[in-house]
């Protein structure tokens, strides 16, 4: 074992070659509802969201294995369909699904256990004070497709303007992407890397904590990373769009430290590390400390 | 991949060597109920029934990943015992827990993904006309055990004589063991292994199904098996002791195929592999097959 509890997967030394492993739910009325996402679309997410974490190692997928609870009255059509969701984002990912079981529950249920081969890996607690906050991917737009979806807006209801940057956020929660390829490409380059599933001001507090560092994000960075018909979309929903950015997660975007030197170009940096500790966001109010939860701001 | 879906576990081979990998639910209300074990057992269960699939597969446990579901209002005892639980019979096992998932959900539920290491494994499609069936532990006395929690029968409310035997059974279903020795020592002598999760009888399908044989067990010989204060305590149930072996799951008994001449001393033989197809029992009555759910007696 050399990596176990405590970051976005284990590793695991197998003579010579390392193998990364992770597990990861979603379950039917707590990570989604079916008046959101066919069930196909549900396995497929599920399947994104587990080899994210092998990404956020900078690990490639190897292989799946996924533990399917059922409700009562489930159709033979919804295994097809789960087959068929899951069969295509293997194929888009490289991670073949090669094992399972079935549980006759109370509720659809997908748990994705994802092992991962890696040369190196990139933990979460090597960030240094002078290290860059990296943000590959974008914060912030699931959330918004999720709201669209829980106050049930429809597309075709919504300002024409809006429309467009509207279907964007609901792609972006409905058929979420794991960001291998970036993910390989931070290693060597990334001091910390974490993917954002439980919202940016948490997964930097990750970072800050587990390195013993400062990790300070900007908010004219941050918003600077939102296309405009986008944060007026926010805006128009009576959203704050820092703190949907700050409390975005699924987006599955990677978050990583590293020198301004081997920065590459796919990230925008939102924010440096400091010497002392804790997650900040400066504004051009101050800077106020990341707090546990959705109650983001805080002085301090 | 070596070998995928279809089998008790899969395998990977990584380099020189073999992995294998398998994942499990144990969820509150389908596989347990609190009334009948603290959550430490119900932790400890888990991760036994887990690692029987690698048991299942003559491989030796490597490590296991657990993605815990946690109903509302649970507190941090629970977590503590949970650990406890774990700790120990990974321990037992040696099968470190290297890597986990919390949710927020409805109810206690432990999805647990383990992973052994093989030079050679023993798959379910092995089996050949003339093997013999084997059978390594017991089946029936955790089914046994379940049906005096299931009627709230106290040890103590039982006529004397059957006590002994009532605990025996409660420690099968509360404490099951995998048979990790046994399986490892059945390899290059078994031609199909499986564990007796959900009851021999399908279990012994599943042998006969991947291997193309028929598979025949024998009623004196399984009958045989239990001990005569156990067979009188299912008597006293009202229970029928051949339904009950039939039937019995969660034992994590290994059931095995192989040829007389490779039979280990510690397994009983309770049949034969045939020329055909399908599971049956031999009665003095004549011969029934096997079918499927708990109608298991059906003339063939």
Same mark, same amino acid.
């Given at each position: 074992?050399?990596?176990?509890?405590?970051?976005?997967?284990?590793?695991?030394?197998?003579?010579?070659?390392?193998?990364?492993?992770?597990?990861?739910?979603?379950?039917?009325?707590?990570?989604?509802?079916?008046?959101?996402?066919?069930?196909?679309?549900?396995?497929?997410?599920?399947?994104?969201?587990?080899?994210?974490?092998?990404?956020?190692?900078?690990?490639? %997928? *190897? /292989?799946? #294995?996924?533990?399917?609870?059922?409700?009562? +009255?489930? &159709?033979? !059509?919804?295994? @097809?369909?789960?087959?068929?969701?899951?069969?295509?984002?293997?194929?888009?990912?490289?991670?073949?699904?090669?094992?399972?079981?079935?549980?006759?529950?109370?509720?659809?249920?997908?748990?994705?256990?994802?092992?991962?081969?890696?040369?190196?890996?990139?933990?979460?607690?090597?960030?240094?004070?002078?290290?860059?906050?990296?943000?590959?991917?974008?914060?912030?737009?699931?959330?918004?497709?999720?709201?669209?979806?829980?106050?049930?807006?429809?597309?075709?209801?919504?300002?024409?303007?809006?429309?467009?940057?509207?279907?964007?956020?609901?792609?972006?929660?409905?058929? %979420? *992407? /794991?960001? #291998?390829?970036?993910?390989?490409?931070?290693? +060597?380059? &990334?001091? !910390?890397?974490? @993917?954002?599933?439980?919202?940016?001001?948490?997964?930097?507090?990750?970072?800050?904590?587990?390195?013993?560092?400062?990790?300070?994000?900007?908010?004219?960075?941050?918003?600077?990373?939102?296309?405009?018909?986008?944060?007026?979309?926010?805006?128009?929903?009576?959203?704050?769009?820092?703190?949907?950015?700050?409390?975005?997660?699924?987006?599955?975007?990677?978050?990583?430290?590293?020198?301004?030197?081997?920065?590459?170009?796919?990230?925008?940096?939102?924010?440096?590390?400091?010497?002392?500790?804790?997650?900040?966001?400066?504004?051009?109010?101050?800077?106020?400390?990341?707090?546990?939860?959705?109650?983001?701001?805080?002085?301090?």
């Amino acid at each position: 074992l050399e990596l176990g509890i405590g970051d976005d997967a284990a590793v695991l030394a197998v003579h010579s070659k390392r193998l990364v492993c992770s597990i990861d739910a979603s379950l039917e009325g707590v990570h989604f509802d079916l008046k959101w996402l066919t069930l196909g679309e549900a396995a497929a997410r599920a399947l994104v969201a587990a080899v994210s974490d092998l990404a956020a190692m900078g690990s490639k %997928p *190897v /292989a799946a #294995l996924v533990n399917l609870e059922v409700p009562p +009255g489930a &159709a033979l !059509a919804d295994f @097809d369909a789960i087959g068929v969701g899951q069969r295509r984002a293997g194929r888009v990912m490289g991670c073949p699904i090669i094992g399972g079981n079935i549980v006759r529950g109370s509720r659809w249920g997908f748990t994705t256990s994802v092992m991962g081969s890696a040369g190196r890996v990139i933990r979460r607690d090597g960030a240094r004070p002078g290290d860059e906050i990296w943000l590959a991917g974008h914060s912030g737009l699931a959330r918004v497709g999720l709201t669209l979806l829980q106050r049930g807006s429809a597309i075709e209801e919504l300002p024409k303007a809006l429309q467009r940057a509207a279907k964007l956020c609901l792609r972006n929660w409905k058929v %979420p *992407v /794991a960001r #291998l390829e970036e993910g390989a490409r931070l290693v +060597g380059k &990334a001091t !910390a890397l974490v @993917d954002v599933s439980d919202g940016l001001s948490s997964e930097l507090r990750h970072i800050a904590e587990a390195s013993g560092v400062r990790a300070v994000v900007h908010s004219d960075a941050l918003l600077a990373t939102l296309d405009s018909p986008v944060q007026r979309l926010i805006t128009w929903l009576g959203l704050d769009p820092l703190e949907v950015l700050l409390a975005g997660g699924e987006d599955y975007a990677l978050l990583a430290a590293g020198p301004a030197a081997a920065r590459p170009a796919f990230v925008h940096v939102v924010g440096e590390v400091r010497r002392g500790q804790g997650a900040y966001v400066a504004t051009p109010g101050g800077l106020h400390r990341l707090a546990t939860g959705f109650d983001h701001l805080r002085s301090g």
